[in-house]
Nanobody, 115 residues
Framework: QVTLVESGGGLVQPGGSLRLSCVAS????????MAWYRQAPGKQRHLVAQ???????YEIDSVKGRFTISKDDDKNTVTLQMNNLKPEDTAVYYC?????????WGQGTQVTISS
């Protein structure tokens, strides 16, 4: 059974930082494209950052230079380092593992940016 468990969310002030972690079990993160998505209230879930099997990383424009995705194969974990957080980053953040015809999702972790 595959599970993805996110942690690290919370409430921080604008300009602060958070580090989200996604621990995988039942699968290996080095065998999938791994990504972070987010869903704000009343909006659709969308991609935030991705690291593909060949190590290529991608971030959406609104988080470039602030968010960094990385994988630790030894710990079977994916992290999202988020710096200089803004109120518009408030959302539930989800970990995703993808390969052809297969997607796994975590349960999500709430990130709230507010003063």
């Amino acid at each position: 059974q595959v599970t993805l468990v996110e942690s690290g969310g919370g409430l921080v002030q604008p300009g602060g930082s958070l580090r989200l972690s996604c621990v995988a079990s039942g699968m290996w993160v080095n065998s999938y494209d791994m990504a972070w998505y987010r869903q704000a209230p009343g909006k659709q879930r969308h991609l935030v950052a991705q690291q593909t099997l060949d190590g290529t990383t991608y971030e959406i424009d609104s988080v470039k230079g602030r968010f960094t995705i990385s994988k630790d194969d030894d710990k079977n974990t994916v992290t999202l380092q988020m710096n200089n957080l803004k109120p518009e980053d408030t959302a539930v953040y989800y970990c995703n593992a993808h390969r052809i015809n297969t997607d796994y999702w975590g349960q999500g972790t709430q990130v709230t940016i507010s003063s």
